[in-house]
């Protein structure tokens, strides 16, 4: 078949194309340590924006509910110039006085039990090393105890603690570090989230531009698509997954008074926290509510378990399906592939947008599949 100039321009065009990637693929393969290091730097430089980007998303869902529900029906302009900061100083609150509240609840409480049984262990150890042998031996396992030397563990212990002050300090200083560049790019995060949310129309129409202008019409209009539908997901699983989380807060505050366990609000409130991290989530909520309450009564610990692991069966059968519906349509087992693979790479941010990330991806590739599949169903016809 011959081949006019055009044709031949485009497929020129291709076989470099293909070459200089396959080139790339390869210079990348064996210098792939630099390429890690590469790409770690230049995420550490825009990480601030990446978090930014995260928080727009995030403060984007009750702006929008706030935004479209103050005032209406307004026709003042200071009104409509005004709508837009209210709902954002009202979302910012919102979403503050829940961490606030989480944090006061259970940081207290968690310290004071910490406190409770590292008291517990010093004293038993100290009450282990004033019994006499008679008395020792009466124990459980007491032919192994009498062997141990509780004065010298003690001593050792002791010694130990003050040998590590050095150690301790400079790992102090260092979480200090942390602490301060990470609230700078926190800081930093928020301007940027702030920017984005009170311009996200002009950036829209200008990311619109650039798209059309820069890359092939089919190619911008599905990326375009990409972005409408991962925008519509992320809403969607944030305010799916807020309802579901006080919810379950309720529910699990509500059971924990009925059995009588202790410090209800507190669990129940990280509960519902804890909720917004799928799967991984409830786990989390159980080991600390476990361990808060193990410092009052062992029996009651094992009552919470059962009645969480309960809840949660409860929760994924019955709740989870009826308030998401359709709203994330992903299947379980991608769920759970999802938090694991993000987990792992992002941590707990990671695995709290890898449901909308994945429910994305999933929507556009079935989307592409059952193109396909209507494309060689009409070239078999």
């Known amino acids: 078949m011959d081949l006019n100039q055009e044709q031949i321009k485009k497929l020129s065009k291709w076989l470099i194309g293909m070459v200089s990637v396959c080139i790339l693929i390869y210079l990348g393969v064996q210098n792939i340590h630099v390429v890690a290091n590469t790409l770690s730097w230049i995420v550490d430089l825009i990480w601030p924006l990446i978090l930014g980007l995260f928080f727009a998303l995030i403060l984007n869902v009750p702006l929008s509910f706030f935004e479209t529900r103050i005032w209406k029906k307004t026709e003042r302009p200071i009104l409509r110039k005004l709508r837009r900061p209210v709902s954002f100083l009202i979302s910012l609150a919102v979403i503050l006085a829940v961490i606030v509240g989480v944090v006061w609840l259970v940081i207290p409480e968690l310290v004071n039990a910490i406190t409770m049984i590292s008291q517990s262990v010093m004293e038993l150890i100290h009450d282990l090393s004033t019994m006499d042998e008679t008395a020792l031996a009466e124990l459980p396992f007491g032919s192994m105890m009498q062997r141990v030397d509780w004065d010298e563990l003690l001593s050792s212990l002791q010694v130990w603690l003050k040998n590590q002050g050095g150690t301790i300090m400079n790992t102090a200083f260092g979480t200090i570090g942390s602490i301060v560049g990470g609230v700078f790019n926190f800081f930093m995060a928020f ?149 694991t693979i993000a987990g792992g790479l992002a941590g707990p941010a990671g695995m709290l947008i890898s449901v909308p990330i994945s429910s994305t991806i999933y929507v556009l590739v079935r989307e592409a599949t059952q193109k396909r599949e209507r494309k060689l169903a009409k070239n078999g016809q």
């Open 191 to 339: 301007i940027f989230a702030t920017y984005v949310l009170f311009g996200k129309e002009k950036l829209k129409k200008q990311a619109t531009r650039l798209i059309y202008a820069w890359f092939p019409e089919k190619f911008g209009s599905w990326v375009i698509h990409a972005a409408s539908v991962a925008n519509v997901n992320f809403r969607n699983f944030v305010s799916g997954q807020t309802l579901e989380a006080m919810i379950l807060s309720s529910l699990c505050m509500i059971g924990m008074f009925i059995l009588r366990l202790p410090y209800a609000p507190m669990i129940g409130a990280l509960v519902g926290v804890t909720a917004f991290i799928p799967i991984i989530g409830a786990w989390v909520a159980a080991i600390i509510g476990a361990f808060m309450i193990l410092t009052v009564d062992p029996i009651q610990a094992v009552i919470f378990v059962i009645f969480l692991l309960v809840l949660q069966q409860v929760e994924g059968n019955v709740i989870y399906p009826r308030v998401m519906g359709s709203r994330v349509n992903l299947p379980g087992i991608w769920i759970l592939a999802a938090v």
